[in-house]
């Protein structure tokens, strides 16, 4: 990895991912143990990461408004299914990311932790617990899911049409934590979306708009993605 300094600034030269999804952590967690011991302070510039070493430094580009912010990693997540990496709520508010909740990211590497084995050993626990939650193919850049379930990428912005008859779910979300559900249903309803619920699965809470006709779809995946909620799941309702 190649690094570029100049005075006190160190200018990160790898592109680790890009046009993945971050998210945010904040109260339900502040004051509470982080994988590497440390105590969570959602003030401080920090982030949870599933597999990178502790203590590596990224920096982050918002790619919606290309707003940028340097966090260090000493915590392990975000146990959510294509989502990269949780950030502390103070680098969510350098992002300009609060109201969404999530958003679309570049991270660089600006210098890699040692690759302790805590590190090592907190990772294999990440991997296991996505595992368990996702099955073995968690970590695959395309998603989905199986059965009566269909997952939808917005980034495509195609909206295909649905057997007629049937009802649907849209996912809006899905957060570890209360307090991020409840600010991306409030923010969908300030959208003017209604018909908000939460569902929960094993410590995941889903936000959702519940029962949509399929002849409804369309609209309302438009009117998401103007609105810039950019990434949803729709699921099929059970006859």
């Known amino acids: 990895m190649l690094l570029l300094s100049l005075g006190n600034f160190i200018f990160a ?26 105590t969570f302070n959602m003030n401080s510039l920090t982030c949870a990461h599933k597999s990178l070493p502790f203590n590596t430094v990224l920096k982050v580009t918002n790619l919606a408004n290309g707003k940028t912010v340097q966090v260090r990693v000493n915590d392990r997540g975000p146990f959510v299914l294509n989502r990269e990496i949780d950030l502390s709520k103070a680098a969510a508010v350098q992002l300009g990311m609060i109201g969404t909740g999530t ?13 302790t084995k805590l590190s090592k050993q907190t990772a294999a626990s990440a991997s296991k617990i996505m595992t368990k939650r996702f099955g073995a193919d968690w970590n695959k850049t395309a998603s989905g899911s199986t059965g009566s379930k269909t997952a939808v990428s917005s980034t495509t912005k195609k909206i295909a049409p649905k057997p007629a008859g049937t009802r649907w779910d849209i996912q809006v979300g899905a957060f570890s934590s209360k307090e991020n559900a409840t600010n991306r249903a409030r923010a969908l309803t ?20 519940k029962d949509v006709a399929a002849e409804d779809l369309p609209e309302i995946e438009k009117k998401l993605q103007e609105k810039g909620f950019t990434e949803y799941t729709l699921r099929q309702r059970n006859k």
């Open 103 to 115: 958003t679309q990211v570049r991270l660089e590497i600006v210098k890699k932790g040692p690759n």
């Open 13 to 38: 030269q790898e592109v680790y991912k890009s046009k993945v999804t971050a998210s945010y952590y904040a109260e339900d967690f502040h004051g509470k143990r982080t994988s590497n011991g440390e």
């Open 190 to 209: 300030k959208a003017g979306f209604s018909n908000i619920v939460f569902q929960k699965k094993d410590e995941i809470i889903r936000v959702a708009i």
